[in-house]
């Protein structure tokens, strides 16, 4: 199976965008610190909390993936593995394809990855991913723990936080 193809430049240029959305993602979880509480390492770059941990006290299929990655990243693997255990897969898949993608640049020849038995693959790990964030989602409760998130569920609630005094 050839992995490579001489393709028109542009089209392997414009390919190449994988890995500098590669090493943009690599960069920001060097600067990241995986958080302690398995989620909301991204609140780090000044964004808000899950939603769905907001508003229904549950993880989202996401949840988690930047605190992985970023433990992944930092080299702390059961971190990584217990924030969202399809991080690794998928931050490993990511690296791959964005270093094939700069082989490929390299040798101005195109990374094949939109073939049959590619796309049943990408398709595969999307059901399997949402499966196990829906599953992960009705089965974990609990879920909001960070101060931050806590601050927000008590401004969406004041009635809950009141009748607490």
């Not at 399809?86 to 990855?113: C, E």
Request: glycine share 8%; hydrophobic share 45%; net charge positive.
């Amino acid at each position: 199976m050839k992995l490579f193809e001489p393709d028109a430049l542009w089209k392997i240029r414009t390919q190449f965008l994988w890995f500098v959305l590669w090493a943009g993602v690599t960069s920001v979880g060097i600067y990241l610190h995986p958080s302690s509480h398995g989620h909301g390492t991204h609140q780090q770059l000044g964004l808000p909390p899950c939603p769905s941990v907001l508003m229904f006290n549950r993880p989202c299929p996401g949840c988690g993936l930047t605190t992985s990655w970023t433990a992944f990243i930092h080299g702390e693997f059961i971190t990584s593995f217990r924030a969202h255990p399809l991080g690794i897969p998928m931050y490993l898949g990511f690296t791959s394809i964005a270093l094939g993608t700069l082989v490929g640049n390299v040798r101005k020849q195109k990374l094949r990855i939109d073939t049959e038995k590619a796309n049943l693959l990408f398709i595969w790990a999307i059901v399997a991913f949402f499966i196990f964030g829906l599953a992960r989602m009705a089965l974990v409760s609990d879920f909001a723990s960070t101060p931050k998130e806590m601050i927000y569920r008590q401004a969406l609630s004041p009635t809950q936080s009141q009748s607490l005094k």
